[in-house]
């Protein structure tokens, strides 16, 4: 009978937290704490490298043969302008959907699922031009910061002009 009682209840919050919050799933780069939507999220993997690619960014590792779907693999430390990661056997790569394709970003390590309000996410704030480029917003989740990355922006601009 409890069984049914949480199956119960966990689908009224459900139900009503689709309308107005949000299931993120929470990473850190150093201390820092990002998200993104859960919904975008197909696979956590460890880092097992990458193969280089000609003409791109730094912060471009290179792809993984994901069966049999080439995937990018972003370094989000270096995206945000703070120098290459330097992988271990505990950093993982979050494999994403953003529109028709597949990314990987390669983060220190993946710490929660979070469910936020929609109406708790507020606007980055002006200062660091990187920062505000690449979130969409920024929660506050148990006195957490939680930048909300902006997966579109992240992946524009990987290939130079060689």
Known sequence: MEALGLRDEY?????GASHNSLQLIAFSI???IYGVEITTVREIRAWNGATPL???REYVRGVINLRG???PIFDLRARFGDGQTNPTKNHVVVVMSVGEKWIGIL???VSDILTVSKDDIHAVPEGNSG?????????TH????VGLI????VVSGAKTDA
Do not use: F
């Not at 148990?142 to 910061?145: H, I, N, Q, V």
């Open 54 to 56: 000609p003409n791109t």
């Open 11 to 15: 689908s009224d919050t459900t139900a």
């Open 107 to 109: 983060v220190d390590a």
């Open 30 to 32: 150093d201390e820092q």
């Open 142 to 145: 148990d006195s957490r910061m």
């Open 131 to 139: 920062d505000t480029e690449l979130l969409n917003g920024i929660v």
């Open 69 to 71: 779907t080439i995937v």
């Open 150 to 153: 902006d997966l579109a922006a």
